[in-house]
């Protein structure tokens, strides 16, 4: 009841203003099993320097990001991967319920921004390819001071006279957000910041 009352609030305020943030939608036990298995991977040196554009376009650009990332594949996916992947696709079968997008695909990967790394403002939506349509970052940093940098900054426009609103990545905050229209940065983080990032997509050809 109260998980269905977090949900028509994330499709709510999607509708409304293209955003959401939730504090309280995944149990803290449960985020618990994933910053340890983000943390082991990471350790691991499981993790590239991640790349921007699509398909063939993809390149390193570290002026633009310059984080790391870990795609999670989704036919690999450990147990605890699964459930959060089964707890994204249960949020897109609601959204398109009540917002009739048509989505039927999701990625995501973890991710690690070092310190001094960062994303530009941009849109999560190529040009050439519309299929990302709904943005999900969890983020699992305990403890995130706002000097510790790192804040998700959301703009209210393409113009940045129209202002902006930041999100610090504390330990099971959820943002979600259209992939077509809002943009968005990652300021300079001062210790490790780890999320767990996704797309929830239209696939207009068979992936
Ligand atoms: C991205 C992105 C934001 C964040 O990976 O496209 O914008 O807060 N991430 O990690
Ligand atoms: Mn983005």
Redesign the pocket.
């Known amino acids: 009841m109260i998980q269905d009352q977090l949900t028509h609030r994330i499709i709510d305020d999607l509708a409304e203003k293209g955003w959401s943030v939730s504090n309280n939608y995944f149990e803290p036990d449960f985020l618990d099993d994933l910053i340890a298995e983000e943390k082991e991977l990471w350790e691991d040196g499981s993790f590239r320097k991640a790349r921007i554009g699509t398909g063939d376009q993809k390149q390193l650009r570290p002026e633009i990001r310059s984080d790391h990332v870990l795609w999670l594949g989704e036919n690999e996916l450990t147990d605890l991967q699964k459930q959060y992947w089964n707890r994204i696709v249960e949020l897109r079968e609601d959204i398109n319920r009540e917002l009739y997008l048509g989505l039927n695909g999701y990625e995501a990967h973890f991710a690690v921004f070092p310190p001094n790394s960062f ?1 530009k403002k ?3 939506q190529f040009a050439a390819v519309k299929e990302r349509t709904i ?1 999900c ?1 969890l983020y699992l940093n305990k403890n995130w001071a706002v000097e510790d940098g790192g804040q998700l900054r959301i703009w209210n426009s393409e113009n940045e006279s129209d202002g902006f609103l930041d999100i610090q990545p504390h330990f099971g905050t959820f943002v979600c957000f259209r ?1 077509d229209t809002v943009y ?3 300021l300079p983080a001062n210790r490790d910041r780890f999320s767990l ?1 996704g797309w929830m997509r239209k696939n207009t050809r068979l992936v």
Do not use: C, G
């Open positions: 994303y941009h849109l999560d943005s970052i992939s968005h940065e990652v990032t």
